[in-house]
């Protein structure tokens, strides 16, 4: 493991264009140095801006510094966040990981925040091993350092971004995303609206409670199957944002993304008044109580693709996150992707457009695994990696280098006319 370098410093951390306001003196600060193997060429640019989670709340990257900024938590105290940013000199083997709002970390902090950053980038000897083993399959990936595909510093995060992903355009995900996180600020202030009283229910009120979410969120799967089967992408007309929404404004002050605890506590119905969510409200709520009463154990999941035979847990995990009401295939397949399986493919109307436009194959949900067997099977079991450097490529060449764009230009992306999602 590599070793870790501390300092702490009292000068003020540089604000970025855009403002995250976060409930602490950033008067202060602590400076981690992050050590990377000489073996992995690790580029943080490529590291972050290889997949739009990059771009959903709270994570926010800086073009012009070339710095990645959000809010990370701490072992010592889960409920509390604090800024973080994370630069990388010029071909430098260290990361430059800026803790702000303290004076000084313990060293059990210290390795949260670090175990996070990690987490994010892929910063492990097994993913060097996966990029070593691609790169061999792939010499064009290797010429450009592609493979470090960017993910939440939770596995719950991803879960549910993985929702907010799923049936609506992109300027919608990045709209609900921000919304979860300016009420994460209120839930920690305590600032909810006049019609939210959080409560503990009655054993009774519960398990009714419970049963309802059960009922509408297996609704809400079949819904979601019946969407995979459609070429279309559906959205919610209650919820859909059009594009100059001020939800998009980034004026709005944010906290950190959700815990599951904090989730949990929520009034479903309230949860998708008050970030839009549609639908998705109620899958995210129970995903949250699932977590918190050990149902879902996230921490299994994450434990078990750290072992070297992580495939054979693969069936194991699929079944696990199939049977959460309102995760159908193609989310599923992208919650598995963010663990680190990277032989399936999440099949969706953009899957299908895209072996259309390229590789000219006339192919529908039916029978596109026919289809990328014989197209992206030499790449196996890389055959995600593949296919997305694929992606991501066409989507520089059309919309521009994205680490170059501010963050007020991700909505020009998710305006295009083409209304296909950037995941």
Not at 10 to 30: D, R
Not at 143 to 154: H, Q
Not at 166 to 192: D, R, V, Y
Request: aromatic share 10%; charged share 25%.
């Amino acid at each position: 493991m590599a070793t870790t370098e501390t300092e702490t410093s009292t000068t003020q951390t540089p604000i970025s264009p855009t403002k995250q306001t976060h409930h602490h003196s950033l008067s202060h600060s602590v400076s981690l140095r992050l050590p990377l193997s000489e073996a992995s060429a690790f580029n943080l640019e490529k590291a972050v801006c290889s997949h739009g989670l990059f771009m959903l709340a709270p994570n926010r990257w800086d073009p012009v510094s070339r710095t990645f900024h959000r809010p990370l938590r701490l072992s010592s105290s889960p409920s509390t966040s604090l800024p973080v940013s994370i630069s990388q000199s010029s071909n430098s083997d260290v990361l430059e990981i800026c803790v702000s709002g303290t004076d000084c970390l313990c060293t059990q902090d210290q390795e949260a925040i670090l175990g996070q950053v990690r987490r994010m980038l892929r910063i492990s000897d097994g993913h060097d091993r996966v990029l070593w083993e691609f790169h061999k399959l792939h010499d064009m990936a290797k010429k450009k350092g592609f493979g470090r595909i960017f993910r939440s510093p939770s596995l719950f995060e991803d879960m549910v971004k993985c929702i907010l992903l799923c049936k609506c355009t992109f300027s919608k995900s990045l709209a609900m995303a921000k919304a979860l996180c300016a009420l994460q600020l209120e839930i920690k202030a305590g600032n909810f609206s006049e019609d939210f009283t959080p409560k503990a229910p009655h054993t009774k009120e519960l398990k009714r409670k419970r049963a309802k979410q059960t009922r509408k969120s297996k609704a809400a799967t079949k819904l979601e199957t019946k969407f995979e089967n459609c070429i279309e992408e559906p959205t919610d007309d209650l919820t859909e944002m059009t594009n100059d929404s001020n939800d998009h404004d980034d004026e709005v002050e944010i906290g950190d993304f959700p815990t599951a605890d904090e989730l949990a506590a929520l009034d479903a119905e309230y949860l998708g008044r008050r970030c839009m969510l549609g639908y998705r409200a109620e899958i995210i709520v129970y995903l949250a109580q699932s977590v918190v009463r050990g149902d879902v154990q996230v921490r299994k999941m994450e434990e078990s693709c750290n072992d070297n035979n992580m495939f054979s847990f693969y069936d194991t995990l699929y079944a696990q996150i199939f049977s959460i009401p309102g995760f159908g295939p193609f989310t599923c397949a992208n919650v598995l992707m963010c663990l680190g399986y990277f032989h399936k493919i999440p099949v969706d109307s953009e899957a299908i457009r895209h072996l259309k436009s390229v590789y000219k194959v006339n192919c529908a949900i039916a029978t596109i695994e026919k289809e990328i067997e014989a197209i992206y099977g030499k790449y196996a079991p890389f055959q995600f990696l593949a296919y997305w450097f694929e992606l991501w490529e066409y989507y520089e060449e059309t919309f521009g280098k994205m680490s170059d764009m501010a963050p007020s230009d991700y909505l020009r992306i998710a305006s295009t006319d083409m209304r296909k999602k950037i995941i």
